[in-house]
């Protein structure tokens, strides 16, 4: 099913989930167990982070270099069949821009199509990776791009003209930034862009974490303004430990609000973070439900103790 007839059908609040793969040579059972975890709470979808391949040069023994390609978490695609055909629930693969060429993109979602998974994140993905001049088009810059590839092979428009070419049925959720994402100048033209990968074809979107449900709302009256009518999924994560304070924000570019800030800071160890990471999570939760949100999407990676206590509290099965 796709997310967008979810979204539409659903009566009741509900969540979702985003997972890492587990790092090159990790244990599948850690994603098993994740997953087990959340059964009794029936998220409806799960998201797959996806990451582009690392270069790295190797030193050999005759002084030259040897150049390596390696993902520091394979596997996105394989959990996705795991999550659809072993647990019944849609997994949503990340695409990425950055890190990739049209034509492996094509590739990845040829793939994706024969295993039956017909939902996809269209991201632009992570910065370090070193972005192509703007006349290469072999590449997509911009998550909107991004959307057009998808879109046009569900119109069954390949990179290659093809006899027969058949159509692909892929749903399409982008991420929109409550904060603005940190390379626009603005908040105003990351909602135009917003609004643009909406007119490329996109059916939902979810938000990059945040920790104060104002900055949600006001994005929210922000893009109805500016004609965004698909969707737009709050994005929650609970606070876990004292360096969240530090990498949350290096990471992700959001803010953490000073009431936050000073009760972690004064906190004696992680356990007391824990407990007011979910105090905080849970009036979020609870006040965004009070404004009729009905899809609470929570960055978890593989560690879901916090959330299966926050559902605890929550009630929503």
Same mark, same amino acid.
């Given at each position: ?16 989930? &985003? ?12 994603? #098993?167990? /994740? !997953? *087990? ?89 992570? &910065? ?12 997509? #810059?911009? /998550? !909107? *791009? ?172």
């Amino acid at each position: 099913m796709h997310i967008a007839e979810i979204l539409a059908y659903e009566s009741g609040p509900f969540i979702s989930v &985003e997972i890492i793969p587990p790092r090159r040579g990790g244990s599948v059972q850690q994603v #098993h167990a /994740a !997953v *087990e975890s959340l059964l009794p709470h029936r998220p409806r979808y799960i998201n797959i982070t996806s990451h582009a391949a690392e270069v790295v040069w190797q030193e050999q023994p005759d002084g030259t270099f040897r150049r390596r390609v390696k993902r520091r978490s394979p596997g996105t695609f394989g959990l996705c069949a795991v999550i659809k055909y072993k647990y019944g629930i849609e997994p949503v693969p990340h695409l990425l821009c950055h890190g990739f060429t049209r034509e492996e993109t094509e590739d990845a979602l040829i793939e994706l199509h024969y295993l039956g998974v017909e939902n996809v994140m269209a991201l632009q993905g992570e &910065e370090k990776y070193a972005r192509p001049p703007r006349t290469d088009r072999t590449v997509n #810059h911009y /998550a !909107v *791009e991004l959307v057009e590839q998808i879109i046009n092979m569900n119109h069954g428009r390949y990179l290659d003209e093809l006899t027969d070419a058949q159509p692909t049925n892929f749903c399409v959720g982008v991420a929109a930034y409550p904060e603005k994402h940190y390379q626009a100048p603005n908040l105003a033209f990351d909602i135009a862009n917003l609004k643009r990968k909406q007119d490329a074809g996109a059916s939902y979107a979810i938000t990059q974490m945040f920790l104060d449900n104002r900055l949600y709302y006001d994005f929210l009256e922000r893009a109805r303004a500016a004609g965004i009518h698909i969707p737009i999924i709050p994005g929650l994560k609970i606070l876990t430990k004292k360096e969240h304070l530090y990498s949350l924000p290096r990471s992700f570019h959001i803010s953490i609000p000073e009431p936050l800030a000073h009760a972690i800071t004064n906190a004696q160890n992680d356990a007391e973070v824990l407990e007011i990471g979910l105090e905080w999570a849970y009036h979020q939760a609870m006040d965004l439900l009070a404004h009729g949100v009905k899809n609470l999407h929570f960055y978890t990676m593989l560690y879901t103790k916090p959330l299966l206590r926050l559902m605890q509290r929550l009630k929503l099965d």
